[in-house]
């Protein structure tokens, strides 16, 4: 699944070439998720000019100027494709095409990717946000006696933060994804803090640089404790792994543990 990092820089890709353009229409089909009809679609954007394409936490926004927005959310294997004039990609879902002739494809073989129309807004602030601060973070890991890792990926406390990153933070950190978070210091906390931007900002970077026009799949090739190809961690610690609940958690023991 893409997470923040890859999302951020799709959705800069995406602003860059299609913002400005028009949808001429847009064609809905084989979708699970579509959380409108296909007339409410055709109503909100055919025949509006694109504004622009941003992210929010882990979904896509794209804003036309008549002030509506369509969210898309790629789920798990959601894929992206640029096309001119017609449209070859497999298990499309949904095609958006602008009256210069060039299209954007949103595939899925599991047609889980989701679509809304103007989606609700999320109060909890995105990983990005200057609102994610340490006096955030204390007020929420002091009310609650799950593990660090789970109130990361949390989406209604912080909007973006996937399991992968979730790991590379914590490491960086050095805090234990098991952790109990009401029973990490403050001093911790701000650390975590610091570091939730600097990961995620660094990672936008490598990938900007390395796949300048990405706009699907998942780079994780830089990663330094999330990475199955790895055996130690950069300052020469074996990284260990446990899968809970369906997902493997990286880490080592240079990581301080609170409980």
Not at 55 to 78: A, P, T, V, W
Not at 82 to 94: E, G
């Amino acid at each position: 699944m893409p997470e923040l990092p890859d999302l951020q820089v799709f959705s800069n890709n995406l602003d860059k070439k299609l913002s400005r353009k028009t949808i001429d229409h847009i064609t809905i089909s084989n979708a699970k998720n579509i959380v409108a009809n296909a007339a409410t679609f055709r109503k909100a954007f055919e025949q509006q000019k694109l504004y622009k394409v941003y992210r929010e936490g882990k979904e896509l926004r794209f804003e036309f100027k008549n002030g509506n927005i369509l969210g898309m959310h790629l789920m798990l294997h959601g894929e992206l494709h640029l096309f001119k004039d017609d449209n070859d990609a497999k298990h499309t879902i949904a095609e958006l095409h602008f009256t210069d002739g060039t299209g954007l494809a949103l595939t899925d073989f599991q047609r889980m990717a989701a679509l809304t129309v103007n989606p609700p807004k999320n109060e909890a602030p995105d990983a990005m946000s200057e609102d994610l601060t340490a006096a955030y973070l204390e007020e929420k890991m002091s009310a609650t006696r799950t593990t660090i890792k789970k109130l990361l990926l949390d989406q209604h406390i912080i909007r973006g933060i996937g399991n992968a990153y979730a790991d590379e933070i914590l490491w960086h950190a050095r805090l234990s994804p098991f952790s109990i978070s009401n029973k990490v210091p403050p001093a911790k906390i701000k650390k975590l803090a610091r570091t939730i931007y600097s990961v995620l900002s660094d990672a936008i970077a490598k990938i900007q640089k390395k796949n300048p026009d990405i706009i699907s799949g998942e780079i994780r090739d830089f990663m330094e404790i999330h990475n199955p190809h790895l055996e130690k961690s950069p300052t020469g610690v074996e990284i260990q792994h446990q899968t809970i609940g369906g997902r493997k958690t990286y880490f080592t023991e240079e990581q301080e543990l609170f409980e």
